[in-house]
Structures are given as structure tokens and as C-alpha cells.
């Protein structure tokens, strides 16, 4: 029993030092000043058909990410895409914080009701044992 208890422990701990990076496009980021016109630039029509389109506050600027892709080859493919109308646009490491989120094409309640649902399955299933889990680490379980 105490073993188990300190593997679960130990898998709780280390799974995020461990987890995957994901990827994202990054097409444009602007001061706070230009609001307006990043949100014009997020809901072009380039854009329609896209998953997890969102313009996301980090620190004092906007920035326009696209996509959640597992792999940097993944991201290539939709960048060729979104270079045709913006040049600029790049892949690069990133996450996706829900609270960061000022705007997305799925509405920002969604997107952080995906986020607390998967969190409740991943929960259960480290509960019941059969768990591969990776809450984030200052996740709190209260019932």
C-alpha cells in the first residue's frame, strides 16, 4: 500500500517536468495600445477554418497564436499557409493558459470548460488507479 502511494505521489510530481512541448504558430503580437487591431487580424477569414485561434495576453502585449500541435512538423504544414498572408508568422514553442486567453474561436468559457473536464477525467482515473496523470502542479483536489 505505501508503495503505491508514493509511486502515484512520484508521478504526480515529476509528470510535469516531463510533459511534451507543444507547438503554435505565432503570427503577430502588439502593444495593448492596438487591441483592435489584432482582434481584426484574428477573425480574418484566413483563419475560419483554424483550431485554437486565440489572442493571448502576455504581459503588456497581444499576441496571435494558432494552433496546438504535438509535433514542430505538424505546426510547418499549416505555417506555409498562414504565410501566404502574413510573412512574419513563425513556429515556436508554446502552451495555452486559459486565463491568458482574451479571445478565441471557441469562446474563452469553452475552452476553459475542455480544460476543467479533462482535468475531472484524469482525477478519476488517478482515484480509481489507473492513472497517467499530469495536473498542473498547483492543482488542488477538492470534492
Given at each position: 500500500?505505501?508503495?503505491?502511494?508514493?509511486?502515484?505521489?512520484?508521478?504526480?510530481?515529476?509528470?510535469?517536468?516531463?510533459?511534451?512541448?507543444?507547438?503554435?504558430?505565432?503570427?503577430?503580437?502588439?502593444?495593448?495600445?492596438?487591441?483592435?487591431?489584432?482582434?481584426?487580424?484574428?477573425?480574418?477569414k484566413i483563419f475560419e477554418n483554424k483550431a485554437n485561434v486565440r489572442v493571448e495576453k502576455i504581459g503588456r502585449y497581444l499576441t496571435l497564436r494558432v494552433g496546438n500541435f504535438n509535433k514542430r512538423s505538424e505546426a510547418f504544414l499549416t505555417l506555409k499557409e498562414i504565410q501566404?498572408?502574413?510573412?512574419?508568422?513563425?513556429?515556436?514553442?508554446?502552451?495555452?493558459?486559459?486565463?491568458?486567453?482574451?479571445?478565441?474561436?471557441?469562446?474563452?468559457?469553452?475552452?476553459?470548460?475542455?480544460?476543467?473536464?479533462?482535468?475531472?477525467?484524469?482525477?478519476?482515473?488517478?482515484?480509481?488507479?489507473?492513472?497517467?496523470?499530469?495536473?498542473?502542479?498547483?492543482?488542488?483536489?477538492?470534492?
Amino acid at each position: 500500500m505505501i508503495k503505491k502511494l508514493i509511486l502515484s505521489l512520484s508521478i504526480m510530481l515529476l509528470t510535469p517536468l516531463v510533459t511534451q512541448a507543444k507547438y503554435c504558430i505565432q503570427v503577430s503580437s502588439v502593444n495593448k495600445i492596438d487591441e483592435r487591431f489584432i482582434l481584426k487580424k484574428a477573425k480574418s477569414k484566413i483563419f475560419e477554418n483554424k483550431a485554437n485561434v486565440r489572442v493571448e495576453k502576455i504581459g503588456r502585449y497581444l499576441t496571435l497564436r494558432v494552433g496546438n500541435f504535438n509535433k514542430r512538423s505538424e505546426a510547418f504544414l499549416t505555417l506555409k499557409e498562414i504565410q501566404s498572408t502574413f510573412p512574419d508568422a513563425f513556429v515556436r514553442k508554446c502552451s495555452i493558459d486559459g486565463k491568458d486567453i482574451i479571445y478565441s474561436n471557441n469562446t474563452k468559457e469553452n475552452y476553459i470548460d475542455q480544460q476543467t473536464t479533462e482535468i475531472t477525467k484524469k482525477k478519476k482515473n488517478f482515484l480509481q488507479g489507473t492513472h497517467s496523470i499530469d495536473l498542473p502542479p498547483n492543482y488542488i483536489y477538492q470534492e
